[in-house]
């Protein structure tokens, strides 16, 4: 897989998200050994801008000693209890803050998360908790989330792939913001993100 060179953008930035979305995506599963001259070769890159991403990927946490983390039970959790405070906040704060275009986007990406690929169902669900989030108007709240996002989104695909109650979910904190219900919203996300971490620690445990 060679990359296609934007010549408007650094092409170490093309190689980190290509090689971010190839380990969230599962194409370098966790404890790969990320050698860069196999990974210059198979992106049409030099090495230089291979090394600069993979020393980024480290920084976020994603990468330890060049190899692809596996994120422990300690990592989940905490990751975790960070997200329930946050947009379990967040939830309350849309019951009062979105427009109804706003709503009708929650509602569209709902409805999305129901089907198509699994690409598609994990975009809908990252757009989905973006607009509860983004309903916050805290920017240091949402840039706390957007330092995790890259161990979010690992989570994320195995969430939308063994969670069945994902979607129920979905639809009644929408509903419960819709309807202007803080305590609820609130309730019910961090019931959901709970319900979230259950299913990344049974799926670690079973591997």
């Known amino acids: ?26 194409s370098l599963p966790p404890g790969t050994k990320l050698v860069e001259e196999k990974l210059a070769l198979q992106l049409g890159v030099s090495r230089t801008p291979v090394r600069e991403s993979i020393r980024r990927l480290e920084q976020e946490g994603l990468v330890r000693g060049k190899t692809v983390i596996k994120p422990s039970e300690d990592d989940l959790r905490n990751s975790y209890e960070i997200r329930i405070l946050l947009e379990g906040y967040s939830a309350r704060c849309a019951t009062e803050r979105l427009s109804k275009e706003q709503l009708e986007l929650l509602w569209e990406n709902v409805q999305k998360g129901k089907e198509g690929s699994l690409e598609e169902m994990m975009a809908a669900n990252t757009a989905f908790h973006d607009i509860i989030m983004e309903a916050s108007g805290n920017p240091y709240m949402i840039e ?20 069945p109650c994902m979607h129920k979910e979905h639809e009644e904190i929408y509903r419960a913001i819709k309807t202007g219900d803080g305590d609820t919203a609130e309730r019910l996300m961090q019931e959901h993100l709970r319900h979230n971490l259950e299913v990344c620690l049974i799926e670690d445990l079973g591997e």
């Open 144 to 163: 706390v989330i957007d330092r995790m996002r890259s161990l979010i989104l690992m989570c994320r695909r195995k969430v939308v792939h063994k969670n």
């Open 1 to 26: 897989m060679k990359m296609s060179i934007n010549k408007y953008e650094p092409v170490y930035q093309q190689a980190y998200e290509v090689i971010r979305n190839m380990i969230i995506h599962g």
